[in-house]
């Protein structure tokens, strides 16, 4: 290697030094200054672009610095395109992982401001990913001045083919894409099934919906079956979910006196109870009259369709300390019967 050669490599890397160097103090600086500025405003995807940003800052400053220093290296035209070409590839694939990684942190976002929730839909992540990386190998393709249209068609050909043989999949997929766009199933909403389960929905992927029941065991349902099952949303159109509790009290007592009683019960356990929503109005609807008794319906609201059990729990027993204590009668089923003696006739 000559003298001049290595004072270019010598200059080459200065200037890569001071380029890095250079941004490492303009983030120090500049990004601090507007860290601090974005955390006295009210929007959310400021404080998050600046925080994906930071992650892969260092990456595009490497790239930046190495572009710039290898047009002082005494190297050919052809093989300064080439470098170029790799480290716009390099470039663009970074700026594909830090796109979809923040377009879907900006739906998660979203999605907790409008739900009070921390969904995580997997599939929405999915089809967020492929849209940006298949721009980005769009785009690597014309780097290399490679026509994209006889591509476009094999892949819609071999598409074609594919989506045939994996129909179920499709069929699965899309069915998925419907529920997270209809917004009839969350993530964190609490469902109940056709066939009697019941869960939270944890996630929606690709394929199938994860449902986590209350026991903690796991619920896998393909997402085309979901689609088309009938489905309680304890979440929808809000939290609260009413409970009905039945009561049968004995025939002896004064309805209106039973009924102020229960009332006021009610009115005190919703007060003091901290999973009960107190913005219900408790009420006591008497149904019909049972066998034993006069059976009655009490109506309150629990915050959380999943702490309904335990308020349930609670309420009763603090229901039957207090109808025993006012002498309130929970009579036990009785059935009478009546047995008609039969005489024969006796012969003269």
């Given at each position: ?141 014309n780097i290399f001045n490679i ?42 909403d609490f469902i109940r099934l ?155």
């Amino acid at each position: 290697m000559s003298y001049s050669q290595i004072d270019f490599l010598f200059f080459s890397l200065i200037i890569f030094i001071g380029i890095f160097i250079f941004g490492y103090l303009l983030k120090k600086i500049a990004y601090r200054y507007l860290v601090f500025i974005s955390q006295k405003t009210k929007w959310a995807w400021d404080k998050l672009l600046l925080g994906s940003v930071g992650k892969i800052y260092y990456f595009w400053l490497f790239l930046l610095a190495s572009h710039i220093s290898f047009v002082y290296l005494p190297i050919t035209d052809k093989s300064f395109s080439l470098i170029n070409k790799i480290l716009l590839i390099f470039f663009i694939l970074s700026l594909c992982l830090f796109l979809s990684r923040f377009i879907v942190s900006l739906f998660e976002i979203y999605l907790n401001q409008k739900t009070d929730l921390a969904p995580k839909v997997t599939l929405f992540e999915i089809i967020v990913k492929v849209i940006v990386f298949f721009i980005g190998f769009v785009l690597i393709l014309n780097i290399f001045n490679i026509n994209i249209l006889p591509f476009i068609t094999t892949l819609g050909i071999a598409g074609l083919a594919i989506g045939l043989a994996l129909r179920d999949t499709l069929e699965n997929f899309f069915a998925g894409i419907h529920l997270v766009l209809a917004k009839q199933i969350r993530p964190g909403d609490f469902i109940r099934l056709e066939n009697g389960l019941e869960g939270v929905v944890e996630d929606i992927t690709w394929r199938t919906t994860i449902i986590k029941q209350l026991q903690n065991n796991v619920i896998i349902i393909p997402n085309s079956k979901l689609a088309q099952s009938i489905i309680i949303n304890y979440h929808q159109p809000e939290n609260n979910q009413t409970l009905i509790i039945p009561l049968t009290i004995s025939y002896n007592h004064n309805l209106k006196e039973v009924e102020q009683l229960i009332l006021a019960f009610m009115n005190r356990f919703i007060k003091e109870h901290p999973l009960a929503n107190k913005d219900f109005p408790p009420a006591v609807r008497y149904s019909g009259f049972g066998d034993s008794g006069i059976n009655l319906n009490l109506l309150i609201q629990v915050k959380e369709p999943t702490d309904r059990f335990k308020l349930i729990h609670d309420f009763i027993m603090e229901l039957y300390d207090y109808l025993k204590k006012h002498n309130i009668e929970i009579p036990y089923p009785i059935r009478k019967v009546y047995l008609e003696s039969h005489h024969p006739n006796k012969e003269n």
